[in-house]
């Protein structure tokens, strides 16, 4: 390779890896490669630079299929960034999600990505000391992550209780993944403010992200007395919405004049439903686009930078058939206020 491209062996030994040379030298090297049909090899290569090329994708919940649309999305990003994605499943258990988060420090991977079930935990303070680690979601609290891709919570649920409130519905369930061993969530804590804010009655569930959890979870507040039974289920993952059209259905319950649903993550498959669900969109594509820039940014950077890079991901409300008029919506305008 040194004497096709008339450069010295470290010069070579650079521009493969990417690292000081410039982008002219390294795709002068690349093209030379190309034609010889030259293969680095990775151990090698990883012996030589430190790194390993892989990239941590710890999720939340792979049963959550907007969760599935996002590391799909990574792992293509990092394979365009020449990284590799190695991905694993939390389960929605914190203690799982540590266990899982060591073992992939302990694989040497040169960053991690995590959507966290547990951003207030302790441990991240620990992991991040030791690698770039980048959150999607939830900010690690008091921990010096290398970045982080947070979601105005705060808009998001307040666009959605409002959204509910002004079509007259006043009794809503609140399906979450979130268990009681996380209760401090920032989407939880704020959908109970504002709930007392807008005077709206919510009852708040803990569901499973898999449709079939969810629809029990669902069941279960569908089969109270209809008294009681709330007007309108907000759910916190479309695929928890999902499981409220089945168990409506099983109950002769029609979507929305019997009951008005609506997620939070505007996952496709939502605008393929009859009808379609009312979801808070939260754009996955700038979501992976930012995760996989600033993951990258922090490897290659190689400690040589603390600043926490933050990104704010703004909703907007897909509105679509599945929000009816609740029973105060027939009384007159509903008041925002």
Excluded: K
């Excluded at 979801?279 to 995760?291: K, L, M, P, Y």
């Amino acid at each position: 390779m040194a004497r096709a491209t008339g450069l010295s062996p470290a010069a070579v030994s650079y521009a493969l890896r990417g690292l000081q040379v410039s982008e002219e030298t390294i795709a002068r090297v690349r093209r030379a490669a190309a034609e010889l049909g030259y293969e680095a090899d990775p151990i090698a290569r990883a012996l030589a630079s430190g790194r390993t090329g892989m990239i941590g994708l710890l999720c939340g919940s792979l049963e959550d299929l907007w969760q599935q649309s996002l590391a799909v999305g990574i792992g293509r990003g990092l394979r365009d960034n020449d990284r590799y994605a190695l991905i694993l499943d939390a389960a929605g258990d914190p203690r799982r999600e540590y266990m899982l988060a060591r073992q992939l420090r302990d694989q040497r991977v040169d960053g991690l990505i995590v959507q966290p079930v547990d951003p207030a935990s302790p441990y991240w303070g620990e992991l991040c000391e030791s690698m770039p680690v980048v959150a999607i979601g939830d900010a690690l609290a008091e921990a010096p992550s290398a970045g982080e891709v947070v979601f105005d919570n705060r808009a998001g649920v307040t666009m959605a209780l409002e959204h509910l409130r002004a079509r007259g519905h006043r009794r809503i369930a609140v399906l979450t993944p979130t268990r009681a061993s996380t209760p401090d969530r920032p989407a939880d804590v704020h959908v109970t403010a504002e709930a007392r804010r807008l005077g709206l009655d919510i009852t708040v569930v803990t569901a499973a992200q898999s449709a079939h959890g969810a629809a029990e979870a669902a069941g279960a507040l569908l089969d109270r007395p209809a008294d009681e039974r709330p007007h309108a289920v907000f759910c916190f993952a479309d695929s928890i919405a999902y499981g409220v059209y089945a168990a409506a259905s099983t109950r002769g319950l029609r979507i929305p004049d019997d009951l008005s649903v609506m997620g939070y993550d505007d996952h496709p498959m939502s605008a393929l439903l009859t009808p379609g669900l009312t979801s808070v969109n939260w754009d996955i594509d700038g979501i992976v686009r930012a995760a996989v820039r600033l993951v990258v940014e922090a490897v290659d950077a190689d400690g040589q930078t603390t600043r926490r890079r933050r990104v704010v991901q703004a909703p907007d409300l897909r509105e679509r058939g599945s929000v009816g008029g609740g029973p105060a919506y027939a009384t007159g305008p509903v008041s925002r206020e």
